[in-house]
């Protein structure tokens, strides 16, 4: 059957074309709740040049309607050679509540170009202590989906325990909150 040798040979050419190939993932990337104004902890995007030539990038950018709540550095340079790959950090400091949104392109010569990742997050209003930061004396409320932590003599804002993470209890919770004032 001539037919299925004709496909079979425009399919190889297709996926062994020569020149370059670029990949970008992953292709969506959710950031956690943010208090606004706070800058969230850097998420890692990978570019990957798959093709047979050297990827020419022209620019790297976050553009549409929430742009201003997302910034990105990167390790990418103007050229990725044949399957070398870069790190493209994108951060999110919402500056409103609700849900933010926007989208990170790199411009380059492969024929798909330009490669895009959706960027979302949510503002939350109002104040509190982000992951990591040591927890104010006055207990604000740390951000959402994260409890103050003994560590040593001092807290600190971190993860809610869960079965991958069962670290006991809050140093809040362990105090008598009559002797709070």
Do not use: Y
């Not at 959710?30 to 990038?57: D, E, H, M, V, Y």
């Not at 949510?122 to 959402?144: D, H, N, S």
């Amino acid at each position: 059957m001539p037919w299925k040798i004709a496909v079979v040979s425009q399919l190889m050419w297709l996926v062994l074309a020569p020149g370059p190939n670029a990949t970008l993932s992953p292709t969506s990337q959710t950031f956690s709740t943010q208090p606004i104004g706070i800058r969230s902890k850097a998420q890692t995007l990978t570019l990957k040049n798959n093709g047979t030539a050297t990827l020419n990038i022209t620019k790297i950018s976050i553009g549409g309607k929430d742009a201003g709540d997302f910034a990105q550095t990167h390790t990418c340079g103007t050229m990725l050679s044949e399957g070398a790959t870069c790190s493209i950090n994108v951060t999110f400091k919402p500056t409103a509540s609700g849900t933010r949104t926007t989208t990170l392109s790199v411009t380059d010569n492969a024929a798909d170009s330009p490669q895009m990742v959706s960027l979302s997050g949510t503002g939350t209003a109002g104040r509190c202590t982000p992951a990591g930061a040591q927890c104010p004396p006055q207990r604000p409320p740390c951000c959402p989906g994260l409890m103050c932590v003994l560590e040593g003599d001092r807290a600190f804002c971190e993860g809610k325990p869960s079965e991958h993470n069962p670290r006991a209890d809050s140093f809040w919770d362990r105090l008598n909150p009559n002797t709070i004032e």
